[in-house]
């Protein structure tokens, strides 16, 4: 694992000498959802609501999750019609490395905490400590219940959709997304990228990221 941490401080380098462009998105983004008068409202309870994360690279892979800090989703009649929570990016933990064995180096690389030029290749928890998630829509079809919304990362907005199962259970209310990704390169985190960035050969780390997320709320 050492040498894939150090294999990432070296492909640093390398990506910021030979730039393709930028990654492009042709989706619109949707006005966000609103809830109707007469909805319930369900606090997310932070402590119990995440967001599960896995990068891979040809060398290995790495995962861990990011937590949640604030949100609500309104319910009406059983179906959630409107929600949104924030992602505290300076919560970015990475589970599959022990201390002292590179976990502390590959936090801060991800939050882009080393040198300041390198901090826009990652997620800059300085300049942007919170993302967000907005939903747009939440649509059933054949028992398949899909989630729709913004995410905003970077102070960058997009589309993203994800199939989820939604729980109610008195006065908690439980989503839980099944495994989905996300192109990193449209938030701009370009590290590595190799659709970004010529002369990688095999030191690139995949642009998609695998993203699990599980949201509690309470009445």
Avoid: Q
């Avoid at 695998?210 to 949201?215: A, D, R, S």
């Amino acid at each position: 694992m050492k040498k894939i941490i150090l294999s990432l401080v070296v492909v640093t380098t390398l990506s910021l000498t030979s730039c393709k462009k930028e990654a492009e998105s042709t989706e619109p983004v949707e006005t966000a959802a609103e809830a109707s008068a007469d909805a319930n409202t369900f606090k997310v309870d932070a402590t119990k609501s995440s967001i599960e994360w896995v990068g891979t690279k040809p060398a290995g892979k790495h995962n861990g999750t990011i937590s949640l800090s604030a949100g609500e989703l309104s319910l009406n009649n059983g179906k959630v019609e409107s929600g949104k929570f924030t992602i505290d990016m300076n919560s970015i933990t990475v589970l599959d490395l022990k201390a002292g064995d590179g976990k502390e180096d590959l936090e801060g690389h991800l939050k882009g905490l080393g040198k300041e030029e390198d901090a826009d290749h990652f997620f800059n928890t300085k300049k942007f400590p919170e993302g967000t998630f907005e939903i747009t829509s939440v649509e059933t079809v054949d028992a398949k219940t899909t989630v729709n919304g913004n995410l905003t990362l970077k102070g960058i907005t997009k589309p993203v959709s994800f199939p989820a199962s939604i729980a109610v259970d008195g006065n908690n209310l439980t989503l839980s997304s099944e495994s989905f990704k996300i192109n990193r390169t449209l938030w701009g985190v370009n590290y590595a990228s190799k659709s970004i960035f010529d002369n990688l050969k095999d030191k690139f780390v995949d642009d998609e990221i695998e993203l699990k997320v599980t949201v509690t709320a309470t009445k």
